[in-house]
Structure formats: C-alpha cells, structure tokens
C-alpha cells in the first residue's frame, strides 16, 4: 500500500512521464532491499544433537557481525533435512549419514564436528550399582530395545529376585540419535526400536526429562543431554550406563569414562568409545551454500573450531576439515 501511494504521489507531478514513473518506482524498491539485496538473516534447524554448539557459533559470529541475525531452532535431524531441501531454512543441521536420495535431490553438506549418542537411566534404578560395575553388552542392549528378551532389570543385572520391570524409551521424531542407536545394536532400524518401546517422546531434551521422571526408564540421549554442561557430570536424575566393550562381564579400568563429560570426550575422541554410536556431525544445505551463508560455514570450518572442545564436542581430524572447506569452495558435492 506503501508504494501504490507512492506511485500516485508520482503520477500527479505535473509533465511527468510514464517511463520515468517506472524508473523512479524501480530505483525506490531496489534501494529499500526488496529485490537483489541479500537476505542477512541466516536460519538453521534440524538435529538436537548440534543444536547447543549452533547456538554458541551463532553468538560468537553475530559479535564478529553484529550486521548478521542468526535464527537457530531444533525439531531433529529430519526436520532440519525437509527443511533444507524445501528452502525453508539457509541450515539443515543432520546427526546421520546423508542418504543417497537426499543427495539426489540437491542435499549438499559438509562435516563440522563430532559426538555420540549414549544410553542413559534414571539415577535411582533398583540396579544402578550392579550395572555400574558390570555395564551392559551389545547383545544385552538388543534383547532390551529390539527383541525385548530381557523384560526385568533384576534379569538384566542376575538378580532376578528383582522384578521390576523395564521402561524402554524411544525417539518418535525422526532422528540422528535413533538410527546411529540402532545401527551400533546392528542391521536396525528407527522403526526396529519403536516396535519395542514403552513410549515414544518427541526431541532429545524430552527424552532425557522422561527418563528423569521414571525410575525404571531406559532410553538413549545424545551426549550433550546427558552430561551438565557447567558441572561436567551426569544432568540430575540420570546416568550414562556403560557399555562393556569386551563383553567380560566388568567394565575394566580402559572401559570406565562415563564419570565426566570430559572423560567419554576423550575416550570418543581416542576412538575407544565405538562408531557409531559415535558419529560425525553436519550442516546440510539446497545446492550450495551461499552469499552470507557461505562466509557463516567457513568461519564455522576455520575460527569457530576453537569453540568445539569446550562445548560437549569433539572437533574432526584436521584433513576432514579441509576436506570440508574445499567442498564448500567448489560447491562440488561429496
């Protein structure tokens, strides 16, 4: 309505013409922004898993450019995918690998750092004790999340004068965090764990808060939600169960980081902890980035690096960087 106005205040000078209505009106709407001027907000969505380490780069990058508007939301990492791909954000950010469908479809990305997902239990399981000496196996975690075989934690710890029963908890969203689970517990799937859950809750955050609130809980977390980012130890109400690696039925001294965050950080980082459930992190876009979005990744790839460590992450090899970086210069897709 602004610029009808405006074009009738133009009309009504006296001796002017058409033509140079058209060209008054064009320079005016050019000069305010609403055509060939860069957006310079950036907007990103996607996986929980990336979401606390987006937000620092965000702020770190908007004090570097204050000009800059960084808008970051979570929803998983296949909401942060559709919106890629559909245009709706400039971010997808992806706990998983990229499929080959996605990539056919313009899913262009690359890798900007690296966590885990873990399992976590409520702090006052009847066997909390036990099974932090003993850990769980891998076949032990499949006959609980897929098969369901083992139904009580009195079973699972060889105690079976214990008959509580266990409460297997599940991402519904899809996610990062589900399908790098299922893939440690073997040829599984997303789908393959809900058929055995008790529930089914949306998003990371509420996953850890419903293992919090239920005693006899099991569910699995990325590993920033299970560790308190100022006291570095397992959030209130949760621990991480550890994984008995050689299956000998202790954790033995080589096996035992679940104490800190910085501790299991380590351990994923010397590639102790297994991959997957440890995997690479990424930020996904349509095509290629670009303009301002472009100059946010590369910074992320370069300079921003430096904030990994001391946020809950592990940073990536040096060549996976600059395998990074010479991806999103040639706009080239992996």
């Not at 998003?203 to 006899?216: G, I, R, S, T």
């Not at 550890?242 to 980081?257: A, H, Q, S, T």
């Amino acid at each position: 309505m602004v610029y009808e106005q405006l074009r009738e205040d133009i009309l009504s000078w006296e001796g002017i013409t058409t033509t140079v209505v058209v060209i008054v009106f064009i320079v005016m709407i050019l000069n305010s922004g609403c055509i060939g001027s860069e957006s310079k907000t950036i907007k990103v969505s996607g996986a929980y898993a990336l979401y606390p380490m987006m937000t620092v780069w965000a702020e770190e990058y908007q004090k570097l450019r204050p000009d800059v508007k960084i808008e970051v939301s979570g929803g998983g990492a296949g909401k942060g995918m559709a919106d890629a791909l559909a245009g709706l954000v400039n971010i997808g950010m992806v706990s998983r690998d990229i499929y080959p469908e996605e990539i056919d479809k313009g899913a262009f990305h690359v890798s900007v750092a690296k966590d885990a997902v873990v399992v976590t239990i409520n702090s006052g399981n009847p066997v909390l004790d036990e099974l932090m000496v003993r850990g769980v196996t891998r076949d032990e975690f499949v006959k609980i999340f897929i098969t369901g075989e083992i139904k009580t934690w009195g079973e699972l710890a060889g105690k079976p004068e214990i008959t509580d029963e266990i409460k297997v908890y599940t991402r519904a969203d899809a996610c990062g965090a589900a399908k790098t689970w299922a893939e440690y517990l073997g040829n599984y799937t997303q789908e393959d764990l809900t058929r055995g859950a008790d529930a089914g809750i949306m998003y990371d955050p509420d996953l850890a808060e419903a293992v919090k609130n239920d005693k006899y809980a099991i569910g699995y977390n990325n590993v920033n939600f299970g560790y308190d980012v100022k006291t570095e130890k397992p959030v209130e109400g949760i621990r991480v169960v550890p994984i008995d690696l050689n299956e000998n039925g202790k954790i033995d001294e080589n096996e035992n980081f679940y104490n800190t965050r910085g501790e299991i950080l380590k351990a994923i980082g010397d590639n102790i902890y297994p991959s997957p459930p440890a995997r690479d992190l990424h930020l996904v876009t349509k095509d290629n980035f670009k303009g301002e979005t472009k100059e946010f990744v590369r910074w992320i790839l370069t300079d921003g690096q430096k904030y990994v460590p001391d946020n809950g992450y592990i940073q990536l090899p040096p060549e996976k960087i600059k395998a990074g970086l010479d991806v999103l210069e040639s706009g080239e897709r992996d």
